[in-house]
């Protein structure tokens, strides 16, 4: 098998204060589409080109978040290997098995804390649901698209004190690659991790932060820099709060744009990027570039991009 | 691991008729970076964003035509395994170990013949030379890009008799993924096949053809639509002979344009198609909707896209 | 005043077979806003930037084609100052003057046949209905826009045979200026004129042609080349008759796509083009350089193209 | 004649600090063409797509800022009767004729002082030079553009006191069109004005502002977003100093980013905006919407835009 082990970014659960905005956020401006609601009241979105049953699970709570983010993996058998290579890794802890059902269509989930105090899940099973074509002699997208319409979910930032001890576990244990990062100081200490499971530059990234799990985006991925025009049109037309954008990450090459969900979570919208290997060399970026590396046409942070996490 | 076993299409070697035309070809209006020249004569390329020494050779010869086709894998363990797996197969014949160097900056390769006739390699080792940029706080993209400048060397499409031969040798040893097939007649008789052994949604391609080891094109992936236009504007600047294009297919969703090298060699440079996964379930296209699979615009065929191969 | 006299393409009448379709195809697929049906059962619509009232018309008959193009002069006195001088220049034939309110919401028309036996109408008052978006503080597109949603009626092309005499009325007379030409044989025959009145590079065309009062194209503009795509994606998803395209005109340079309504009459949406002034140079092209003048890339004429007029 | 009167924007003359840095600017990373220097040492450009000899003229001085901006008329007659014009209109001061060739292949100029403190001229001859291209059968753009590549010069915006003033000047006696316009306060002042003689949304483009004669930003037009993607890159890769972009205005609709020259003259790049007619409403924005009128996107000014003028 050419692509094997941890698949990809499959779910991410958010905290959101009011659920009718979040509803109509997530799928009147960002266009996912809604497919389930559970008994706990929580609402499932997928973007539409994803065949799973969803990948985004929105829950009302006090407090915005992110609850958990979860990666498909190739098989059952995977799952349980990685189980046992976790616990035996000593990398991650509050290991649990989440039974299925738990989660709409969705088979077991391994749910583990991460060195940054992240909740990450793994699992095998979600059913397949379709992106709204029939798998013979399809369109090229279905009608009656709505919103920016990303294809994907495709990765969250996270913020988080044990950097090391997560790139360790993500790298070593779950078979990621680090295609960038960013290095700063005399030590070199390194600050940002961008990892990938796939030919995609990143499907998790970490930044260092002195408090444990924080998020700081959501991210989905566009066609090409027209979308994402369409998509700052929106953020306007509907009264968004942008955070910043359009522009491109140095980091990545991606053409982005960043805004608000109704309770602060930070989302992204991207398209680009190269194609990645696991031989490709990791890219370093030091800290005097940084401002480049994170936004590559301002070349300077932005006190809300780099402070302002849910 | 999450990539693992055959990575990617790391080169193909094209014979050309007058190697000064196809130099210029490849390098001025292909855009691509010449590498190399070998004591045999052969010269080498690379597309700008590609780290590996070279992914497409040139050798003059009196016919035109594809020599092979090769793809890396991720060690010399997985290529030692492939290549007793592959015999054990039945599926490949004329086996043989090409010795590291004979290519230059190329570790040893193993080469068969495929049940559709075409020579097809794996290798695990070729120097990396970098994409012209630094691997610390690198641009986005590197000064002096000329041509279409794809930034990589994408899939091949290739035309031979045994089709389900090769596709099982792909799919049960090789570990590529069926994204999508063409299937004809009352029998459903599976006409084309496209592989994927990544996240793009196809390495190689084959279709069935009475003919033994044809080659129909090799493609290079470009950034956007935009890039389509600049390929066909590059097209007729240097009066290129054109194909057909810019246009989109139905199978991959790909935007793409075709073309052909001095010697009657068809290129095609392209962007777009969705992120495939090992779990995407494969798509149909039955022979009535043909046209549309291929040229979605127009919806039908162009005898010579169908019939002209080298 | 910088802008004066003959302001712009302002309506075209085209005769469509059956209603229902037409209705469908005009409003669902190319998008325009259907603004009134008037008592003879005339359908009107406007494309969304357009403030005026309507800008297509269209009539159910027995024949497709073209009833009159009609273009918007800068006032009544510049109206009735025309008047004189077409009858003056002994160029135009059936002159008339069409009362106020036969066509809804439009002043009085003059109505002439051009030499290449195109009735063709002036006026200068049709009433504002807006572009959907208020005068302070619009948004930069209305909402719920659909289909290829171009921006304005660009042009008309049009067949006929004294070619010398519509140029010479055109230019004369109403102020155009040939923005472009192709000449033919060893006389430079001009067999083609594209004529301009703004900044625009062409505001209505005419090829010499053995038959008088033939319609080949009505044209619409849209934003740019990725509108072109979506414009392609959209004749396939309707399954509309596509007759060439997407593509680039070696003339005006324009990046296009044409296709036909259900009664044959053509379309063509497309995008660019450069800014013309005045003094800027007449291009010529020549009758050998004919398939690059109006298909950049294939670079050769396409039987139905030349031919295929209604 | 349909474009009659004041055509365009002809040229604007600015003061830069050091040649030698302005040229690496305007030629390398803009993409003007150099033209010209003349015997007092000024430096002259043309946008590619320029027919005229010049659009740009550079003079070393102390101070940044903009000597002059030229508008070309349609003739010797109208820039006599417009000298007559203006000179009864009490409007304007200073009226002068620069003698023919003062400005290297350039007829004689009027020049005068507008009520905001300008010095704007009128000129009917400038040499054509063409486009790099040739009149009959020729290419779509010419080979070995470089840099940004923007078509042509389009507009200027400027500051000043008596906005009132100047804009009487340029809508009742040059014949300009209010295309769109800032009202603030209870009194709803006009605080901008957005003024054009052309299908453009603006050829110039006034703002009140305490001091007299002061220069905003010069405005070079692209032919799309992706171009616009691709200056925001060389802006980074050349270290250009950034004021803000890419993204979208309110008014106009134009797709942006703006930037300095190294002596801090403000220079933007822009694509798109709607097709203007002189019967098109006028567009008013109030102050409470200030924000998303000149940043669509963001919707808030920025202070360096508003206050750091030349």
Known sequence: MAMTGVLRPGHVQLRVLDMAAAIK?????????????????????????EHDHHSVVL???????????????????????????????????????????????????????????????????????????????????PDNLKGMSPTRFDHCLLYGDDLDGTVKLFTEVLGFKLAEQV??????????????????????????HPEKNKFHHASF????????????????????SLDIGPTRHGITRGETIYFFDPS?????????GYIHYPDRPTLTWTDNELGRAIFYHDRKLNENFLNVVT
Chains 1, 2, 3, 4 share one sequence.
């Open 264 to 272: 602060g979570n930070r989302n992204e919208v991207f398209s680009g």
């Open 183 to 208: 290095v700063a100081g005399p030590d070199q200490l390194q600050i940002a991790a961008f990892l990938t499971c796939s030919n995609k530059p990143h499907d998790v990234a970490f930044i260092r």
């Open 25 to 49: 956020h997530y799928s009147t401006v960002l266009g996912l589409w809604q497919t389930a609601t559970d008994a706990e009241g929580r609402v499932y979105f997928k973007a539409w080109d």
């Open 59 to 141: 829950r009302e709570a006090d407090e915005a978040g992110m609850d958990f983010m979860g990666f498909r993996v190739d098989g059952v058998a995977t799952l349980k290997r990685l189980a046992v290579e976790i616990e035996a890794s000593g990398l991650a802890g509050a290991l649990q098995w989440i039974p299925a059902g738990e989660m709409l269509r969705t088979g077991e989930r391994l749910r583990f804390t991460v060195p940054t105090g992240h909740a990450i899940e793994l699992y095998a099973e979600k059913d397949k649901v379709g992106n709204g074509m029939p798998l013979e002699n399809p369109e090229v997208y």
């Open 221 to 240: 991925i566009l066609d090409n820099w027209g979308e994402v025009l369409k998509a700052a049109d929106l953020i306007t037309r509907h009264r968004v």
